[in-house]
Every structure is written in C-alpha cells, then in structure tokens.
C-alpha cells in the first residue's frame, strides 16, 4: 500500500506477521520521529498499525517534513 494524503494528513496502513514483529516495526518509527523531531499518530491492534502524518505547525498540511518521514518509514520494510 501507499501513502494516500485526505484531510491534510499522510496515511499508511501497515499488517505484519504477528504483535512483536509489528512491535519492532514501530521501534524504528519512533526512532526516526525523534530523529526528525516530527512524531506521527500511531493506531495499533496486534498485527495491524495505521500512521498518520500531518504538520501541526504549518496549520495542520501535509509538507515536505511529512514526506520525508514517509519515506524514512517506508525503508525501514527493506531491513
């Protein structure tokens, strides 16, 4: 799946195998999000995680800080 931007904001729905592998994905999240000052709201249940991006302090639109972040995330599926 694709980041798709509605409503001023980034989304991404991710599904691992089991809880500890998505666990450990948002390990590396949250890594990054502090890495870029820039923290995305996370929905978890088990296997399944939602990321939302959005800058809050650009009045709540999607900008190149939510794009590079995205794309961050997405690398970290090639580890």
């Known amino acids: 799946m ?12 991710f599904e691992f ?7 450990a994905f948002l390990e590396k ?14 929905e978890n249940e ?3 995680v939602d990321l939302y991006l959005t800058s809050h302090d650009a009045g709540n639109t999607v900008t ?4 590079n972040l995205a794309k ?5 599926q090639g580890e």
């Open 2 to 13: 694709i980041w798709k931007e509605e409503n001023n904001t980034l989304h991404k729905y």
């Open 17 to 23: 195998s089991d809880f500890k592998e998505a666990f």
């Open 29 to 42: 999240v949250a890594k990054l999000a502090e890495q870029h000052r820039h923290h995305p709201r996370i």
């Open 46 to 48: 088990y296997n399944k």
């Open 64 to 67: 190149d800080k939510d794009h």
């Open 72 to 76: 961050e995330i997405d690398a970290t």
